[in-house]
């Protein structure tokens, strides 16, 4: 009889492997029999995810955490678990995520005392968001709050965080009686579309419409097309073996890949390869990187959508100038901007010419994130549209 007596301690062992709970020892049998291929990445001491058994008991205090909050423990009691700071940073990041998380479910459940007082204490913005959103909900000083605002403003990157703190300060203004221009937000080109009702997803309609009859080529890209992109050329920057990036051989990208530093602890590296956009050399690049990696796991690209055809329409038509804003746009935080890209990209290999589509069905509207990557990419020159679909006409 085979029994397991120490979990604990297989867990334990398991984290300190994988640097993480959710994979296990299946990742061996998969690699072993060829379902999954991960890119080589040299490891040194230095790699480790854990430097120390203190970190190690960290993590799981963190985890426990989580499946508490997930089981409706109590959350003073969670926050008090885990309210020191961590030294190391992406144990840190980690924990702010969870105090986010308690503090939402606190805002949820009624007790704006301990939301008000984990937002306040965020390092996140969306936790600063909702920290004002708060304030201005249930305390009404709306001067005070105002002139907290407008010192926090200058400080938050991130187009979406501002646009919601700038809604904000539009309406403590007004409820103050005090001047204020309602944001004024791009127009963005915008056309409607009556198709035959269809059993196929409203996207695949829109495709097929636009593309049959025609020398336009097209494919139902959504947040598969630029990201895929991405990872082919930054790969050598993705996999790099920078210390606690990578601990074990069953990666499909380094660990800080969607943390907030990712970008800053790879600067040169990004500005040198991002030159290479300055000539056509970039497009060789990519050419290489997608036939010699091509299957092996990526948390960037869809292999099955990377079509060659789709890789040489890509190059052929998208200018590199809009390629180096798009990158520098998910660079800037690819946790978020890896989403809400538009559905379809349709090319015209003749004349060199690509359209992005954003479709929306009936009743269907634009996000927020949304329309923020579209009005980013329409100041940049990208050619960006959205298409109102209604169901009409014969099938």
């Not at 309602?182 to 915008?190: E, F, K």
């Not at 056309?191 to 097209?218: C, H, K």
């Amino acid at each position: 009889t085979i029994a397991l007596v120490n979990s604990a301690l297989l867990q334990r062992v398991q984290l300190m492997f994988f640097g993480n709970l959710y994979q296990d020892w299946s990742e061996f049998v998969l690699a072993e029999l060829g379902y999954q291929k991960y890119e080589p990445v040299a490891f040194t001491p230095r790699s480790r995810g854990f430097q120390t058994r203190e970190e190690i008991d960290q993590y799981l205090q963190l985890h426990h955490a989580h499946d508490a909050l997930a089981n409706g423990h109590l959350l003073d009691d969670i926050y008090m678990r885990t309210q020191k700071p961590l030294s190391n940073s992406w144990l840190e990041h980690r924990r702010q995520r969870l105090l986010y998380q308690v503090a939402y479910q606190a805002e949820r459940e009624g007790n704006n005392k301990l939301a008000l007082s984990l937002y306040s204490k965020s390092m996140l913005e969306e936790g600063q968001v909702r920290h004002f959103r708060i304030r201005e909900r249930e305390l009404r000083d709306y001067q005070v709050i105002l002139n907290d605002l407008d010192m926090m403003l200058p400080e938050i990157k991130k187009p979406e965080s501002r646009l919601h703190l700038e809604r904000i300060r539009h309406r403590l203004r007004r409820k103050l009686g005090l001047e204020s221009k309602a944001i004024r937000r791009p127009t963005i080109p915008t056309q409607s579309l009556s198709l035959p009702p269809s059993d196929d997803r409203v996207e695949y309609a829109v495709l097929q419409a636009l593309t049959e009859n025609s020398n336009i080529f097209g494919a139902y890209g959504e947040n598969a097309l630029f990201t895929g992109l991405f990872g082919l050329f930054f790969w050598p920057i993705i996999f790099a073996p920078l210390p606690g990036a990578f601990f074990h051989p069953f990666q499909a990208g380094p660990a800080d890949l969607f943390r907030p530093d990712f970008g800053a602890r790879r600067q040169h590296q990004i500005e040198k390869q991002l030159s290479l956009l300055n000539s056509d050399a970039y497009k060789d690049e990519i050419r290489k990187t997608w036939q010699k990696k091509r299957g092996t796991t990526c948390s960037l690209i869809n292999w099955q959508l990377f079509t060659e055809e789709l890789l040489e329409a890509t190059l052929a038509c998208i200018p590199a100038s809009h390629l180096e804003k798009v990158f520098s746009h998910l660079l800037s935080d690819l946790r978020h901007h890896r989403s809400g890209m538009p559905d379809l990209v349709l090319f015209d290999t003749n004349k060199a010419d690509y359209q992005l589509v954003e479709v929306k069905g009936p009743g269907d509207r634009l996000q927020d994130h949304q329309r923020l990557w579209i009005e980013i990419m329409l100041e940049a020159g990208l050619p960006i549209r959205v298409i109102d679909v209604q169901w009409g006409g014969k099938a």
